[in-house]
């Protein structure tokens, strides 16, 4: 049997009632991709999960936190690349068939990430946050613009143009641990920007193959409740703007957290 190239690396944490929806739609992924799951609250309703579904589980032993969680269920992948699964999201079923396509193309790259449609409320729809998105990213469309730094860090220059979930991670390339950030929340805007000073290129594949996932409990909406996404947005902005441009476009930037209001 040939060896996979991709693994998806399904974080689980506590008692999520959308867990299993996540798994369902990665495991018929199997012929091209490894599964894996990995927590740091292990309890019956994870284990249960992982055995119905026939998924090697790997838990973590310490205090949850994003950072080493992240980190954890990378390491445990044995593959060249890995997906970090978000346990709230719905991967399409062609994410990986289409990933291998576009990596197999460019074995050189550093992260490879596609679009996405959000899920509010059980429907399946777009929204500012979205379309900003696609919109920014829109030039590493372009091989060359992929492959520059400038263009790399530039379509990062406006917000996270780029949905963490989405991403899947050049591991051998990478070497060390992918999240190196002192960040909570940008911790993934943080490490795109990172990973933009690299030589190698970013794989954009401007389809949408997975579903975010918007609710209350979300840890987004958490950190937007509780002012982490501001400040920390803040400080990555600092990273392209000079102070007084940040403060005259950032109350704009903030329709983005209109997303999470029900």
């Known amino acids: 049997m040939k060896k996979k190239k991709h693994t998806f690396a399904i974080c689980a944490y506590k ?11 990665i495991v018929p992924q199997r012929k091209y991709s490894d599964i894996i799951m990995t927590t740091s609250t292990p309890n019956d309703w994870i284990d249960s999960l992982a055995k119905k579904y026939e998924i ?39 994410y990986s068939r289409r990933l291998l396509d576009e990596i197999n193309k460019r074995p050189n790259a550093i992260m490879a990430f596609c679009d996405y449609h959000p899920i509010k409320h059980g429907h399946i729809g777009t929204d500012l946050n979205s379309r900003m998105k696609r919109f920014f990213h829109f030039p590493l469309r372009f091989e060359a613009m992929s492959t520059s730094k400038f263009w790399k860090k530039y379509s990062l220059a406006f917000g996270n143009s780029i949905s963490c979930p989405s991403v899947a991670y050049h591991k051998s390339l990478i070497q060390g641990e992918i999240f190196t950030s002192d960040l909570n929340f940008a911790l993934d805007w943080d490490t795109f920007v990172k990973f933009a000073q690299y030589d190698a290129p970013f ?29 920390e947005e803040m400080y990555m902005f600092r990273k392209f703007w000079p102070e007084w441009l940040i403060k005259l476009g950032f109350r704009l930037y903030q329709k983005s957290y209109d997303t999470y209001k029900d």
Request: glycine share 2%; hydrophobic share 35%.
């Open 15 to 25: 008692e999520s009632q959308f867990l299993e929806q996540c798994v369902k739609s």
């Open 56 to 94: 090697p589980l790997f838990v973590r032993n310490g205090k949850s936190q994003i950072q080493d969680d992240w980190n954890f269920a990378c390491d445990n992948a044995k593959t060249e690349w890995v997906t970090v699964a978000h346990q709230d999201d719905v991967y399409d079923l062609m």
């Open 203 to 231: 794989i954009y594949i401007p389809e949408y193959l997975f579903y975010y996932r918007i609710h209350s409990g979300a840890t987004s909406a958490e950190y937007t409740k509780e002012n982490v996404r501001q400040s």
